[in-house]
């Protein structure tokens, strides 16, 4: 169990990219509808009826008969995307109180760790392989911290990685 003690994260960490690797599955294809409920269109103009008069604000008319299929509209449900833009600015407010940052910048840095994690998980998950291991554990990771970041910068990943992990365990 001490190789857990690098990245105390490592399971959500994990649990994030899968999550990430499902949403980028391209989604199921849709089915049109059965004749009978898709809409037609008429092909003459003088075959449409004659346009109704629409009440006043102040009344309203219950419908008849219930709405068709057709007649309702569907709401557009928001997608929501995780981003570390909030991380970013705190991260951002503890070294330079004083400084601000762009919507471009922020979008940069945003995909500038995406793509830090991505590479991390490439590298680890290709370990795991080469070792013929089932689970990526925190020693992967470590390996491919030190792999994929160069020189001086891994030495301070892996340092505060560790202390990270420390600091979880210890509390």
Request: hydrophobic content about 30%.
């Amino acid at each position: 169990m001490s190789d857990i003690r690098y990245f105390p994260n490592l399971p959500i960490i994990l649990n994030l990219f899968r999550w990430r690797q499902k949403r980028r599955r391209s989604p199921p294809k849709r089915s049109l509808p059965p004749i009978s409920q898709r809409r037609r269109r008429n092909s003459s103009v003088a075959e449409k009826a004659p346009a109704e008069k629409k009440p006043k604000a102040g009344k309203k008319l219950p419908k008849e008969g219930g709405a068709s299929a057709g007649d309702k509209k569907k709401k557009r449900v928001k997608k929501s995307t995780e981003t570390y833009k909030i991380y970013i600015f705190k991260v951002l407010k503890q070294v330079h109180p004083d400084i601000g940052i762009s919507s471009k910048a922020m979008g940069i840095m945003n995909s500038f760790i995406n793509d830090i994690f991505e590479k991390l998980a490439q590298e680890s998950s290709r370990l795991a392989r080469y070792n013929k291991k089932p689970t990526i554990t925190s020693r992967e990771i470590q390996t491919a911290v030190r792999l994929v970041l160069p020189g001086e910068l891994a030495k301070h990943a892996v340092s505060e990685g560790t202390k990270a992990v420390t600091k979880f365990t210890s509390s």
